[in-house]
């Protein structure tokens, strides 16, 4: 018999185009649920208020105090109002962080969505990643108008040295976000969340000046408070206000207080 010719590639069975690969999907995946949570993120007007308006209010409301807009001897020649521009930037940072991000992630766990998430191809990874990206970004926003608002209404005026006052509040805002992963990894419910959310809210919003500026503030209370990153910042931010690079200890403060709490918030979260 005579042998069979082979069949040509116009015969042959088409192959299947090449699917994405597993990085493509996981990044697509996790465009996804930014999106999605984005979405569910701008449905919350009391977070949005806390985040977004409340520290541009409190300037606001003490920027119409006559006397917070007189120089003041004991201040060096500044005003009050001045040392409390950085003050509500820190603010912000708290808020986003320590108090309105732990009870979503918390809510989230409690009510099983992150285990559900596990059992599919987007992993529970994407949604934290998402939350830290959104209240981030609401707590720059937020400094960013309290900056302008400062500038335009009050005539604050701007860091002499912008680049070393960002790192300050990029450093502050890092610490933040870690620090709200820590009391959602250590919460059970959302519940416990908001209790230990308090405990930590109150204390840190002293150590960034709200109550007395921490120029203000006797030396040994300011020694005190540069221990916590709120307190070494608000020195970063006034030093580079007034044209200063900030020592290396008040930069070193935020970002170790970051590093260790990342650590710690990543051994100790639960994803269920």
Do not use: N
Request: hydrophobic share 55%; glycine share 6%; proline share 9%.
């Amino acid at each position: 018999m005579p042998a069979t010719p082979a069949p040509s590639s116009a015969m042959r069975s088409p192959q299947p185009a090449p699917g994405p690969s597993a990085p493509v999907k996981a990044r697509s995946a996790s465009r996804a649920v930014l999106v999605t949570e984005a979405r569910l993120f701008l449905r919350e007007p009391g977070a949005l208020f806390w985040m977004l308006v409340f520290p541009t209010l409190l300037l606001t409301i003490l920027g119409l105090i006559p006397s917070f807009r007189e120089a003041s001897p004991s201040l060096g020649g500044r005003r009050t109002i001045d040392l409390y521009v950085p003050v509500v930037l820190l603010l912000a940072t708290i808020t986003a962080g320590i108090q309105v991000m732990p009870s979503v992630l918390t809510g989230y766990r409690e009510r099983g969505i992150l285990r559900r998430m596990s059992a599919t191809p987007v992993r529970p990874a994407a949604l934290l990643g998402a939350q830290i990206a959104l209240h981030g970004a609401a707590a720059a926003l937020s400094m960013a108008v309290a900056l302008v608002v400062g500038r335009l209404a009050f005539g604050v005026a701007l860091p002499e040295r912008p680049l070393s006052y960002a790192l300050a509040l990029v450093l502050t805002l890092c610490s933040a976000l870690v620090m709200g992963c820590v009391i959602c990894s250590l919460s059970p419910s959302t519940k416990a969340a908001g209790v230990v959310g308090s405990a930590v809210f109150f204390p840190m919003m002293f150590a960034a000046g709200v109550w007395v500026p921490v120029q203000a503030m006797p030396d040994l209370l300011q020694q005190i408070v540069q221990v916590v990153p709120f307190g070494a910042a608000s020195q970063a931010l006034a030093q580079a206000s007034s044209g200063h690079w900030p020592s290396w200890w008040q930069l070193a403060v935020p970002a170790a207080w970051a590093l260790v709490l990342g650590r710690v918030a990543r051994r100790h979260f639960r994803w269920e």
